[in-house]
């Protein structure tokens, strides 16, 4: 059991969702916590991060770094991709082992299932079907992460969860104009119509593709929350429980970011749409006792407010 004392690393911690994971954590009075930028530590090398783990020997780890972009820089960089969260993945969680760490969350994501997945998604459903292509690389290093952490566990007899969410969005999210995912984008388009008084928002493909979302601060509740829960599974689906079209969610966002003005959207069909539909069945978190609480409109104002300050 993780108490207020005890030393936790959070791997990752400057990302959208390691940094909400310091957030919850030091809102629920955590205060032992170990973070290293990438200069300070460098999880691509092995020999430095069993050497860090040996030394700080954390009870608790939270391993949220990973290489994350959107469609387009998870096609064109497809090798850096797989080999740079296989290797930081493996880096962690056999030094974990190694020195004696009994307890991992590792965070995984949605796109680990199949791309023509039967909906809603079943944690069971991994490894039944063909992945999207244009994430493979990452799906499939995410993948070897939970195979890694569920056979640890039986040999071993460690405590390694996986947490798969669904797409998140919030503050410290990367607004980058290429490489960031859908909803980030969203906003640094919207941000840029309002700056420019454009009429017009372009956005990938026809719009058709369904999604969920959850906001990170319910992630990192999640995080928290199953930290201290012992669970039967090594794998737990964490979403919303809700799904809307992509265009809807344009639509919605105009609304909340530019409620007085008149945009029209247009769909750049040269780009690709992705997964057609992405919804997670989240029966067995809610069979733990957990649910997602946001508000979706306070959290798409909070994420915007993050953006302005970037």
Not at 38 to 49: H, T
Not at 50 to 63: D, R, S, V
Request: proline letters at 3%; aromatic letters at 10%; a positive charge.
């Amino acid at each position: 059991m993780v108490n207020k004392r005890s030393t936790i690393y959070i791997a990752g911690h400057k990302g959208l969702v390691g940094s909400a994971i310091v957030r919850k954590l030091k809102e629920k009075g955590y205060k032992n916590l170990v973070t290293k930028t990438r200069r300070e530590l460098d999880l691509l090398d092995q020999k430095k991060v069993f050497q860090f783990i040996k030394k700080i020997k954390p009870n608790f780890i939270f391993l949220a770094a990973a290489k994350v972009g959107g469609i387009n820089h998870n096609n064109i960089k497809r090798a850096e991709f797989i080999y740079e969260n296989l290797t930081i993945q493996n880096n962690i969680i056999h030094s974990a082992y190694k020195c004696g760490v009994k307890d991992i969350i590792f965070l995984g994501s949605s796109c680990v299932y199949p791309r023509n997945c039967k909906q809603p998604i079943k944690e069971e459903y991994l490894l039944s079907g063909k992945l999207e292509h244009t994430n493979e690389p990452y799906a499939i290093a995410k993948i070897a992460g939970i195979k890694m952490c569920e056979n640890y566990n039986l040999q071993y007899k460690t405590n390694y969860k996986c947490l798969m969410p669904t797409n998140t969005f919030g503050p410290n999210d990367n607004y980058h104009k290429v490489n960031s995912h859908f909803f980030p984008a969203l906003i640094r388009k919207i941000n840029n119509i309002k700056k420019n008084n454009k009429k017009n928002l372009i956005i990938w493909g026809d719009g058709s593709a369904k999604r969920e979302i959850i906001y990170v601060d319910d992630l990192a509740d999640a995080c928290v929350y199953f930290m201290n829960k012992k669970i039967k599974e090594t794998v737990i689906n964490i979403g919303s429980g809700k799904e809307y079209r992509v265009k809807d969610y344009a639509k919605k966002y105009l609304e909340i970011l530019l409620p007085n003005k008149k945009i029209i959207i247009k769909y750049d069909k040269t780009k690709p749409n992705g997964t057609p539909r992405k919804i997670l069945d989240i029966s067995l978190a809610k069979k733990y006792g957990w649910t997602a609480k946001a508000n979706l409109k306070e959290a798409i104002i909070a994420t915007y407010k993050d953006f302005l300050l970037k």
